[in-house]
């Protein structure tokens, strides 16, 4: 079975800092990877995916993440981080492009001005 | 991207009384849609499948009974709470995957509230 996992509920950083968002993930074979961003009463907005290809994946609003096969780890970045950017952040699996995703559950980013 | 619209974006009824929320692919067919649930502080769980022109599938633990799902065609699925009760209060998000993307497009989820 898949899963996913963010070990934070909550990170916080100061504006203009660099920002990191941690996930890792179990599924078996090839895993489909994805970030997503809630904002609040609102559904999700993709922004970026792994499927295969480069590790590193860029994404919408400046976000990048890095695809770790070793590490089972698909961790969220971005280099100068913006108050807009608070918001909640869920990296989500599937094992193939049309089957339900598996998310993990949640992180909050709070960006301080 | 691919655009699926959710209606409405929230809604209070009464307990005992049922709820349709509705999902629309708006420029793409879906042979699939994915129910979710999310509640408050919480990530979102799985519900169901729903399946055009077949049954849809609930994920274990789900009332099928309750939580009414129709895919009467390649752009709409609807979900219909049944005999609302406040702890059916949640955040309820409705997903589809179009053909050629490997990415699903979410609605914009529906806040119900039962009082």
């Known amino acids: 079975a898949q899963s996913v996992a963010q070990p934070e509920d909550q990170v916080n950083v100061a504006e203009g800092n660099p920002l990191t968002v941690k996930c890792t993930y179990s599924?078996?074979?090839?895993?489909?990877l994805f970030w997503y961003v809630q904002y609040p009463n609102r559904g999700l907005q993709f922004l970026l995916k792994?499927?295969?290809?480069?590790?590193l994946v860029k994404g919408s609003y400046g976000f990048e993440a890095e695809f770790n096969k070793s590490q089972t780890s698909f961790h969220l970045k971005k280099p100068s981080a913006l108050v807009s950017d608070s918001a909640l952040y869920f990296c989500?699996?599937?094992?193939?492009?049309?089957?339900?995703?598996?998310f993990g559950k949640g992180t909050r980013l709070s960006v301080i001005a | 991207g691919a655009v699926v619209s959710q209606h409405p974006s929230w809604v209070i009824c009464k307990s005992g009384t049922s709820v349709k929320i509705e999902c629309r692919s708006l420029?793409?067919?879906?042979?699939?849609m994915f129910w979710y649930r999310q509640f408050p502080k919480q990530s979102l769980m799985l519900m169901a499948t729903?399946?055009?022109?077949?049954?849809?599938?609930?994920e274990q633990g789900v009332e099928k009974d309750k939580f009414l799902i129709n895919h009467a065609s390649l752009t709409l699925s609807t979900l219909t709470v049944t005999s609302a009760h406040p702890e059916d209060s949640s955040f309820y998000i409705c997903?589809?995957?179009?053909?050629?993307?490997?990415?699903?497009?979410f609605g914009q989820g529906t806040r119900l509230t039962v009082v």
């Open positions: 420029d793409f067919q879906a042979t699939t």
């Open positions: 989500a699996v599937s094992p193939s492009g049309n089957t339900p995703l598996v």
């Open positions: 792994y499927i295969t290809g480069d590790n």
């Open positions: 729903s399946n055009e022109g077949s049954k849809a599938t609930y």
């Open positions: 599924v078996s074979g090839n895993p489909y």
């Open positions: 997903s589809a995957p179009a053909r050629g993307n490997t990415e699903a497009f």
